[in-house]
């Protein structure tokens, strides 16, 4: 069956600002005049067309908060040798216009009239529709218990780094743990390594308070941590799963 949002028109797409999040992500924020306003955790896609007819299409989840602002805003992860993500990254300017569809997807989302306890993880960009769903929170005020435990390769490789530091200080913020995988700075007082069932065991929200919880990143990463957490007891309808293997061109 179709995701549902695939049926949605192509919408023309103004890229109205650029910022760098590290070395190899930034962040692009598009005007949409036609754009139809999304929930957290919902993604779009877009399609580039070559002169010769070429089309590549691929999904990113939506960054900015939920609501009907036409501002909307993706972060994108550098890929190695990929179609996609080394043109958004090197050969968008400012004033540009692309197509793209959305939103998408009716399952990876959270409702900001939840009171019910939130545990967010991600592995690298898989951050990006958490950070809609904390930006979001913290629009509505929401202060149920939210925790986010947050898997980089290195401290140079965190995404949103500053706004989750504020976010986590402000009254009623989440409580964000951050692990690196690869190399820790001297000093550091977070966790070390990957996401495993005694990370999970030290972070997580307890599974007797039934938490919703959100897992994205890459495929081995969600599948890993999904059955983590059912070891830990959390129940299969609470853990909401979103992975960014690759897209494909399928439309
Ligand atoms: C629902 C959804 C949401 C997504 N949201 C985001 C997002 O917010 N930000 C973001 O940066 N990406 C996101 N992605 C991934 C994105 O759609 C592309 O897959 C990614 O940008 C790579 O595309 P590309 O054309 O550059 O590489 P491709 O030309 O598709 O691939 C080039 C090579 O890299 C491998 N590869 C492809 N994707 C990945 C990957 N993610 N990690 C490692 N290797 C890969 C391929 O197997 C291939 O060997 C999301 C994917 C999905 C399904």
Same mark, same amino acid.
């Given at each position: 069956?179709?995701?549902?949002?695939?049926? &949605?028109? *192509?919408?023309?797409?103004?890229?109205?600002?650029?910022?760098?999040?590290?070395?190899?992500?930034?962040?692009?924020? #598009?005007?949409?005049?036609? *754009?139809?306003?999304?929930?957290?955790?919902?993604?779009?896609?877009?399609?580039?067309?070559?002169?010769?007819?070429?089309?590549?299409?691929?999904? #990113?989840? &939506?960054?900015?908060?939920?609501?009907?602002?036409?501002?909307?805003?993706?972060?994108?992860?550098?890929?190695?040798?990929?179609?996609?993500?080394? #043109?958004?990254?090197?050969? &968008?300017?400012?004033?540009?216009?692309?197509?793209?569809?959305?939103?998408?997807?009716?399952?990876?989302?959270?409702?900001?009239?939840?009171?019910?306890?939130?545990?967010?993880?991600?592995?690298?960009?898989?951050?990006?529709?958490?950070?809609?769903?904390?930006?979001?929170?913290?629009?509505?005020?929401?202060?149920?218990?939210?925790?986010?435990?947050?898997?980089?390769?290195?401290?140079?490789?965190?995404?949103?780094?500053?706004?989750?530091?504020?976010?986590?200080?402000?009254?009623?913020?989440?409580?964000?743990?951050?692990?690196?995988?690869?190399?820790?700075?001297?000093?550091?007082?977070?966790?070390?390594?990957?996401?495993?069932?005694?990370?999970?065991?030290?972070?997580?929200?307890?599974?007797?308070?039934?938490?919703?919880?959100?897992?994205?990143?890459?495929?081995?990463?969600?599948?890993?941590?999904?059955?983590?957490? &059912?070891?830990?007891?959390?129940?299969?309808?609470?853990?909401?799963?979103?992975?960014?293997?690759?897209?494909?061109?399928?439309?």
């Amino acid at each position: 069956m179709p995701e549902p949002g695939t049926g &949605l028109p *192509w919408l023309i797409a103004t890229v109205s600002d650029l910022r760098s999040e590290t070395a190899t992500a930034k962040t692009i924020l #598009f005007n949409v005049p036609d *754009w139809p306003g999304h929930l957290a955790g919902q993604h779009l896609d877009i399609r580039l067309t070559a002169e010769d007819g070429y089309v590549a299409q691929r999904s #990113f989840s &939506l960054a900015s908060p939920a609501g009907n602002s036409p501002t909307v805003e993706i972060t994108v992860q550098y890929v190695r040798d990929g179609e996609v993500s080394p #043109f958004l990254l090197e050969e &968008l300017r400012v004033g540009d216009q692309i197509e793209l569809r959305g939103p998408i997807g009716g399952y990876f989302v959270w409702s900001p009239a939840s009171r019910r306890p939130l545990m967010l993880i991600a592995g690298g960009s898989g951050v990006v529709p958490l950070m809609s769903i904390l930006r979001t929170r913290r629009i509505a005020g929401n202060d149920a218990e939210a925790r986010l435990l947050y898997s980089s390769r290195s401290v140079d490789q965190i995404l949103y780094a500053r706004e989750l530091d504020q976010m986590s200080a402000a009254p009623g913020g989440p409580a964000i743990v951050h692990t690196l995988t690869r190399t820790t700075p001297p000093g550091w007082t977070g966790e070390h390594g990957r996401v495993e069932r005694d990370m999970l065991a030290r972070h997580a929200i307890d599974a007797r308070e039934e938490p919703d919880i959100f897992v994205c990143g890459p495929t081995p990463f969600v599948e890993s941590v999904a059955d983590h957490l &059912l070891s830990l007891g959390h129940a299969e309808p609470r853990i909401r799963t979103e992975r960014f293997g690759p897209t494909g061109d399928a439309a």
